[in-house]
């Protein structure tokens, strides 16, 4: 089925949150696995007890505070490796099937857009260094709202903008709340669970599931 926007979220869906800790791997140790992981779940834990609070930091505030506390959590690695890793996260690698995936959905005359939790200077760094820039057409980033997904509003910044009815937006994500919170608000929602995690939320189910964009 063809739809009007493809919408994208960024971080884990288009660009590997990872990549930015397993380029400094050797640096970081043996523990650099489980480091990218607390690094990543604090980041997120922090835009959500956030928007609860009303307390809005943007993102990038929120990536220096997640690997902050990773850095006291694991212990004994580095000091001095803060500012490459945040450097690395300017410019994470996209996934290998991203570009071919968004131009053919380019091609069939819909919108490509990014809808993320990300702040604008991160994303257009991201999308820069991918040279995604000539094929998405809009970076939608919650930083308008000072809020956080899932907020309904989030979502509406997408119909808004392009005065399109929910279900005419296709929204892809590899985060299963995003999804969830997604598939509430009346989107076609497209699962990409590159980690075969088992699924939740089951009252909120995607349309799809797929290992990668690949088959979108």
């Known amino acids: 089925m063809s739809h009007a926007a493809y919408v994208f979220d960024a971080y884990g869906t288009l660009f590997d949150v990872h990549a930015a800790v397993r380029r400094h791997a050797g ?6 696995q489980i480091f990218s992981e607390i690094w990543r779940a604090k980041q997120l834990e922090y835009s959500w007890t956030r928007a609860l609070m009303g307390a809005y930091a943007d993102f990038w505030q929120l990536t220096e505070q997640a690997l902050d506390y990773t850095f006291k959590r694991i212990g004994g690695i580095d000091p001095t490796l803060r500012q490459k890793l945040l450097d690395a996260y300017w410019k994470l690698d996209c996934y290998p099937e991203v570009p071919a995936v968004l131009k053919a959905l380019k091609q069939r005359g819909a919108h490509i ?6 702040s604008p200077a991160m994303l257009a760094s991201a999308v820069k ?4 820039d000539t094929v998405i057409d809009d970076i939608f980033s919650v930083d308008a709202l000072k809020t ?4 309904p509003a989030v979502y509406d910044l ?3 903008n392009y005065r399109l009815y929910p279900n005419a937006v296709s929204f892809q994500s590899s985060n299963r709340w995003d999804i969830a919170g997604a598939t509430k ?4 929602t497209v ?11 089951f009252d909120l189910g995607p349309a799809l599931i797929l290992p990668s964009l690949e088959s979108l």
């Open 129 to 132: 260094n991918a040279a995604l």
């Open 158 to 160: 997408v119909t808004t």
């Open 191 to 201: 699962w990409i669970n590159r980690s075969d995690m088992p699924d939740e939320y």
């Open 113 to 118: 857009a990014i809808l993320s939790n990300g």
């Open 148 to 151: 956080y997904k899932t907020a």
């Open 27 to 32: 640096d970081v140790g043996p523990n650099y």
């Open 185 to 188: 608000f009346g989107f076609r």
